[in-house]
């Protein structure tokens, strides 16, 4: 069953998400050449400890595969679940941070590709399409319309732009588990799939890829880079389906959608 939450529970789901956004901010602004990845997940650990919330994947088991960071960083072609280590961030990098935590309960979720620096022009242009995707995919997510007509919209910005939209990673519901139900794929057919209801909190979250959809596992059991080594993105949004215009719990500053 999809859950559908009361109005003190999305008061809930809004701090969860708000402190979630919050990280996002801090950590996007801080991203420089020379540090590596285990520092920025050593500063989100801290972050994480100062506003009173916990790592939602740290731990996280998947079989006998325990998740060891406290985020999910990914570079480049790594497309999710990348693990933070002594890898040295440069210039020109894309910076995946996907960020999820636990606050009273309640599960916030939200992720971001920064830019290092500058970046070529079909990079850029990859994270400008992949944001727009988004944004088309929250525009639709409204009571009485359906979970397909979100991803329609989403592999129709990525396709019509000569992109690819990556298939084995969906969204997913969230509240007090990081994983609810409903899947939310980045794929579909209009008018296809579960009618969507107010009170209803998705986690939107495009991975589109320069190159093929296709990905590939890493040996560390959890990191997904593109078969073809190019570059992929990832921008994600924690929204609340409502009677009027959908909520977007995880809204933030400079890495908001434009």
Same mark, same amino acid.
């Given at each position: 069953?999809?859950p559908?939450?009361?109005a003190?529970e999305?008061e809930k ?15 996007s602004?801080?991203i420089?050449?020379g540090?590596?990845t285990?520092?920025v ?6 972050m ?7 790592s939602?994947?740290?731990g996280?088991?998947?079989?006998h ?10 570079l480049n072609d790594e497309v ?22 636990i &606050?009273? !309960?309640?599960f916030?979720?939200?992720a971001?590709t =920064?830019p290092? /620096?500058?970046v070529?022009? $079909?990079?850029?242009r990859?994270?400008?399409?992949t944001?727009k995707a988004?944004e088309r995919?929250?525009?639709v ?5 359906r979970l397909g007509d979100i991803?329609?919209e989403?592999?129709d ?8 939209v990556v298939r084995?990673f ?18 579909g057919?209009?008018g296809?799939?579960v009618r969507? &209801?107010? !009170?209803?909190?998705?986690?939107i979250?495009?991975? =589109?890829?320069m /190159?093929?959809a296709?990905? $590939? ?5 959890w990191?997904?880079?593109?078969a073809d080594?190019?570059p ?9 389906i409502?009677?009027a215009e959908p909520e ?6 400079k890495?908001?959608l434009?």
């Open positions: 069953m999809i559908i939450k009361n003190r999305i789901m809004r701090q969860a998400c708000r402190s979630a956004s919050d990280i996002l901010e801090q950590l602004n801080m420089r050449p540090m590596s285990k520092d997940d050593t500063a989100a650990a801290e994480m400890a100062q506003a009173g919330v916990k939602a994947v740290f996280y088991r998947m079989g595969r325990v998740y060891p960071g406290n985020i999910c960083i990914s999710i679940h990348g693990i933070a280590g002594q890898r040295i961030i440069q210039y020109g990098d894309l910076v995946k941070l996907d960020i999820t935590i &606050r009273d !309960g309640w916030g979720d939200t971001a =920064i290092v /620096g500058l070529d022009d $079909r990079a850029d990859l994270l400008r399409v944001q988004l995919g929250i525009g997510a409204r009571e009485g319309r991803g329609a989403i592999e910005e990525a396709r019509r732009n000569g992109f690819n084995e969906v969204g997913h519901g969230v509240g007090r588990k990081m994983h609810e139900e409903p899947q939310v794929p980045n794929y057919k209009r296809s799939g969507l &209801r107010a !009170g209803m909190t998705l986690a979250e495009p991975m =589109i890829n /190159g093929a296709n990905v $590939r596992l890493l040996d560390d059991g990191t997904a880079c593109t080594g190019l992929s993105a990832h921008f994600e949004h924690t929204v609340l409502t009677n977007i719990l995880t809204w933030r500053g890495t908001q434009k």
